[in-house]
């Protein structure tokens, strides 16, 4: 039983560490689907974190915080847009530019207007998104098995991680099922197809870009004052990277995307728990051989070595109509 | 009208990426407006910093060391067609080399610790990068994600090694134990009063000589001319009887062991251990160098410099001016890159007009 309820607290904390790669993760699918590869998802996050927790400290309002968050993602990719899509510049060094430009913006904007060395106020629990316990939750906790599964593991969540859950089934839905779908598949294999057949690519990539920046934005929120009450300096600690890397491995697409996230949560979930703890013949795990796993096992896919990952073909190539 | 002129060599060389800087630094300085203080103050206060007096000026130069072979490191790569964002972990990994070599034969002569120290870390530097190299050349994987992973795997690995390995008993922070004053690599202040106990070092002249031959080795050597073919057109050159995936794989390596040097600066000079995450952001300014220097080795080291004096004037501009924080300098790096590596043609369609015009009314 002491087993049972352990395991059960290791996957409620995968939940919470794989929610941003989540948004992440689906907010890169559908711009590299459109074909804009995203390095700059470790800056949107980032970035919008930064906005989500200070308007959420000046405003006293999460909400207004969420659409901070998500507009400075849309700023973001509103730069990446500019440079990738109407001047034909490097997509991969545009991501670059974004990561830094979010990585000195926060601390030195943070530092200026809060005088906190970079970091945002403390924000109270009016301030932020709280938990939601589901119906009933407290009253089924006692039931064996079931009951910790519903009142822990899926009560208890706030709704930004909800939203995450919710968006892989509607990503899935609009991607392979509606004609928008089809038509941003297409434009990342073949843009010149959906030119000839009358539609702009221009248009169709940067629509992709704004629900990235939707997805990512609600990521960084999250990051920022659901999960934690406030920013900190550089708090999105590489997860941008995680989710390429998710997205990579679940072959840009959704539902292995929501597994593989998951999976690069509970890794990040059990480096906590195993800290310190000793293995009969292995002895200590260290943390870093644990940190380091989601990078080493997107390598070796990446080699070819677990199956193939192929990315969408016109993925990082700027289009040019013919003149 | 779709005829577009090319533009004069000395504005596609020297004007258009300059314009694309002060560009850079225009927005920067709306920014630091932006926020109440006075951009010019700060520029003033970072130039006096940097260039005004020796000790400063040795800072600047130390630097500049630094983001001078992290740059040539991305260029290299450039070159080849291939965008190296890996000098970070390949700096940082190439540490455990030079390290390593130093600790062995600890209480050797500099004269003879250096090339050795060279040798080791370049060793290590040039595996770190070779890895996505191989992976690129036999199995495709994009060396952008390949270079990126590499550097989180780097900080694990190194982290590792050095908390749980080389970290001597009853040190308290995370460091490994130190080289000996006689091995070390000495100061040019040693040499030049000028520069006083400033940390520039003779690797800054190992970092001029780089420049020299990767200028050799790109536009004056057999090697050099297969990689640009590379870069250019990789199926000409498949044509041409050049194996792809060999010249990946060495310009890899050399990227990496150029990357390396940078370790050699700190861990075998300035610092003389090898110490928790040392190489703290500065492969990553070599992505900027190399983008703003147009790969070119004058370019880079111009750029170097400038980042080196900003990298300088910036601590200095913390004392000075408490409202702009040295994160301001990040700033400045994201914009450079963004203006002259993502958006480097935004300019190019103005200036041809502007040039097309201003030749045919010389011609009438």
Redo the contacts between chains.
Sequence with gaps: MNYFNDLILILDSTVRLAVPLILACLAGLYSERAGIVDIGLEGKLLGSAFGAAAVAAVTGSPWLGLFAGIGVALAMSGIHGLASINLKGNQTISGVALNFLAAGLTTFLGQSWFHRGGMTPQLNNDQRFNPIVLPFAPELAGVPILGPIYSELISGHNILAYAAFVAVPITAFVLFQTRFGLRLRAVGENPKALDTAGISVTLLRYQALIITAVLVGIGGTYLSIAQSAGFNNNMSAGRGYIALAALIFAKWKPWPALLVCLLFGFLDALQFRLQGIRFPVIGEVPVQAIQVLPYVLTIILLAGFIGRAVAPKASGIPYTKER | M?VRTPLPRWVDVALLPALNVILAFLIGGL?VLA???NPLQAVGIMIGGAFGYGLGFGYTLYYTTDFIFAGLAVSLAYHAGM?N?GPEGQAYVGGLGVILVALALNGLHWSLMFPLMIVAGALFGAFWAFIPGV?QAK????I???T???N??AV??M??IIT?ILKPEGVQSDESAPIDAISRIPRLGEFIGLFGRSPVNLTFILAILALGFVYWLVWHSKFGYAMRALGHNPTATRYAGISSSRMIMITMALAGALAAMVAVNNVGSVQGRLILNFVNGAG?VG??VA?MGKAHPIGVALSALLFGALYQGGQELAFSMP???K?????????V??FT??????LRIPLERLFARGATESGT
């Design positions: 779709s920014i926020v109440g203080q965008f964002i992976l199995r495709g994987s994009h952008v994600i390949t990126i992973l590499f989180f795997i694990s690995l982290s590792y749980r990553f992505v900027a983008f409202g702009i924080t994160e301001m300098i990040v700033t400045i790096q994201a914009l890159i963004l590596g993502a958006m480097g043609d935004m």
